[in-house]
């Protein structure tokens, strides 16, 4: 086996991942830049506030790109065993309440965040063990719950948890429990940023340095190899969802505990950024590197669409578009990978002789 | 005694988004392509009857323009999730989130409105016990029934259903994988594309951006819960109607305004439950959600 | 040889795969009206290669068909289904979960537009016609597999085939299923209906056929008229005399027995049993080889001995430690390796290398707190990649990049360098070119030699014999025949994979 041959590896690894996100990249901004056309607007003028405009606060950047690395890790980890996590909505929500709650009755910050992770965690574990167990569809359920504990913690905050002072609020974190904002180089930047990427690269390690990270990684890859050795591939599902579970949480927490200081009686300062997390998910390509970069650019469409809106008065929502047309981009990329094997295939058999 | 009876009858009405959905699915599963767009479907058509609605006034041709938007997706998916093999759950989301900004979109830029588009004419209704049904419910159940006519006691409904159960078999036996997938898909979504017609111009009179709020999901639910055969859906969408209207129900009669979000709860843990407890012994296609690879 | 006409005449035909592997070297087949012709040879001898051929799967590299006198060129199965051919696969293609007539209409509205009760009537005619019964309304799934393939065969016949292909028929049948099939088959004869019986088995090639064709790697070696062939000439024929290369062995220096089988019972996938009370001991400084056609319950063999599968009766004592259904991890640890027969088993394709090196053993690589040293891992990596020298960039490069000796040579590699006191090694140098080959042959000598047992499971009866300190002889879960290489001659070998008592 010449060396030659199998050189060119890393070529076509690192390229056909690069041109699967440019690609969808580029057919979402595409779209979106025929969605513009059509409704009137100047695209160039559109896509490019949609691009850049982000830049003009890079505190808000970063702390809405906090959210969703948390709820990124949240789809990728477990889709990294094999198990489609699209739960980490109603995750999220169940960490941001049990957090704002422990915050209230211990004043203790760091203590409610964990524990609002740990409610995520069991949630995810909840769902995952329906699936092992019971043979329960794991998209189901997470939607189920998604919508249950969405309107849970509606009726929580509007009957039970609301602030005196401002009924269409929850009660407020308190001044102790409360994660604040650090000087760096002469900008303000929210603390929450620097402990989300505390906490991914504490993904990195749990991933690709122990003994857990790596049954998840080979489960997901070959169930049959794991389980010659000796891996039980249902456990790494459960252990990856409650992972999952907990970085949801972790972006509940996080947000509330860190940002808004409290739950508003519609959750808008949640609502939405699980399903965000799929697609910086994909975009990572479920690696948590990849994810703080996709995390930070999806931040930057948000934050681009908001600018848009007030500069040429076009819809935000055209960056949900955006998200939504990339990801089905992104399920494209097996066509690739596709396409080189095809063309590989064909060269081989060549004049006249079959295929088989 | 009496209260039960009303609540009985209202079941009816959430229940046929639930039924065709689910019956399309079945179909599309019973090929082999897992569908999870159905709330994206539901979405986007009935942001289209419901747009087509309002400027032409016209019921027939916002069904229509329902059922084309169902096809159109359905096609889309189609090619993704049988020709190029992509992944199909991945694409069922990335519809769904899509239908859900498009749909934002459109309610700002022609109505100028976040939450609900200007009400729209609606087919007209039976009158059933002195609450109104509409039309379409009967029209569901026949669809539902057509459906499990169709896959059951027909040649081409058997060779669909090799192609989710074996499709190295049925190739063997002459049949073309890759085309009866894609159609099943396509008709899958149309079904669909009628639930979500229903939705906006038949039952809620507009388009809001929360008109579906997990109702493809539940008629996913649907499917599995009623093992994949038509007419088994039919009692599973009454039931899960049953939570709907029961959840309406109560936040109407109930004392406590903010009760109302708790009842909201009902459909969701409900469908939960019971698939919890039934599905762990449904039968599913054997071959769903594999692309199909020539060896 | 009959004076009937020739139905089938493939001449002079030749495959070779893109990959390069010439499975045909130019067979010549004849096959006569009304005859039961048996299609004779080891795995890997081009049966089933060429009967795909003829059913229109494959196209040949070279050479021509003939049915009925008339040139053909099958596109597909489907011309050779309109040609009267029917083919009946070890592997059915029936829809386990529909029933028998629904799997019947199926087939049938691939060809014609014809209600049910058409399809019903027909077959239950056909199955007045050939003397046997099947349920209509049953599924497919809760029928015995002898009942399974009369339903291949009934399908086949509905669809008018004139010449019916049955490969590997009796592979999973029991032997009064056998019984029934052999019935049927001379029934189908008197219907004037011509069969073409593809096996590796002696007793039965025997018993039920008219002439047999012998193919041996691709070529045939003869073709002779049953009832003037021995058992013995066809295993002969079958297995060849040629020189084997001979890898110069010391004699063994036998050690003490390290793991002891005792009346072993595993069942298989499908719930059968497939080992049928094996007893077998391993000792130091030996290489066991299990010969035996796939299939006869080696997998399932080896699987138990490692944890991999359930034991339902019997016992396995390593090292005097009762190991019977102990978790495979703590198995690996105390010393058995196992190198299963698929590389995408026994690797992550997907991984690279280095992931690969600590699958089997990721205990040995974990620090404090679950940690994976990945310093030690490396260390092994570059271990393997030297000892047995294995041609890759770099250890972070995706195995599935390597070529398929290297892949071996990494599964191989890493199974070994830990140091195991026992090794099972199935099918190590299927798939491999000769260097490769010869390597992995080498290697497990040297291995012996230094007081490792080896447990070696192959089909490749020149690998058996060559390496070989004992042979044993497998056939349908059961021990035929145990001892040392000079008490086997090649036929003797023949017939015992072939099932027959020698």
Redesign the interface.
Known sequence: MLKRKISGWRIIEYSSTAIEIIGSIGIGLLAGGIILTLLGYNPFEGLSLLLFGGFGDIDYLLSRATFIMMTGLAFAIPMLSGFFNIGGEGQMYVGGLVSLLVAVYTGNGILALIVGGLAGALLGLAISALKVYRGVNEVITAIMLNWTFYYILIYLITSKFYDPLAPHESVKVPALARFGIIELGGSRIHIIFFISLALVLLAYYLLFFTKLGYEIRVAGLSPKTARYAGINPNRAILYSMFLGGLFAGFSGALNVLGFTYYIDNLLTCMHGIGFDGIGVALMGRNHPIGIIFSSIFFSMLILGGQTMQIVINAPKELADTLSGIIIIALALPYTYRMLISYIRTRRLVGKGVSSS | MFQVADLLVMALTPMVPLLLGAVGEIITERSGVVN?GIEGIFLLSALTSAVVCFYTNNIVLALLVGLITGSLVGVLHGI?SVY????Q???G??????????G??TL??LWNTFGNSPPVKTVPKIIIARYPVSPLTFIAIIIAVLAWFFLFKT?AG??L??CG??P???E????NIMRVRFLATILGATLAGLGGAYLSIDWVGQFTKEIS??RG??A??NV?FSNWNPLLAIIGAYIFGFFDALAIYLSITST?P??A??F??IP??G??AV??IF??R??IP?ALGKPYIK? | MSTREPVIEMENIVKVYPDGTVALRGVDLIVRKGEIHGLLGENGAGKTTLMRILYGEIKPSRGEIKIYGKRVHFRGPWDAIKAGIGMVYQHFSLVSSFTVLENLALAMSSITKISVSEVRKRAEELMDKIGFKVPLDARVESLAVGIQQRVEILKALMRNARILILDEPTSVLTPIEVEELFKTLKRLKEMGITVIFITHKLKEVKVITDTITVLRRGKVVGVVKTSDASEADLARMMVGREVILEIKKKPAKEGKTILSIENLHVRDDRGLLAVKGVTLDLREGEILGLAGVQGNGQREFAEAIVGLRRVEKGKITYMGEDITNKPTSEIYMKGIAYIPDSRAIGLVLEMDLLNNSILTRLKSFLGFGKKILWNKAKEFSYKVIKEFNVMAESIKTPIKYLSGGNQQKVLVGREVATEPKVIIAAEPTHGLDVGATEYIRSLLVKLRDSGKAILLISTDLDEILQLSDRIAVIYEGKIMAIGRPEEFTRERLGLLMGGVNA
Do not use: C, H, P, W
Not at chain 2, 84 to 87: E, N, S, V, Y
Not at chain 2, 172 to 175: D, K, L, N, R
């Open positions: 999870i993704i190029l093999r992509g992944d759950i991945v694409s989301v990335g519809l769904n989130l899509f239908a859900y900004g498009v934002v979109i700002i830029t040649n058997l060779r259903r090799a159960e074996d190295r078999a049925a063997a036996m002459g049949v709020a997990g999901f539940i996913l639910a599995a406590q903010t009760l979000y708790l909201k709860v969701y843990l469908t939960l698939v919890a599905v762990g449904a039968r054997a060896e």
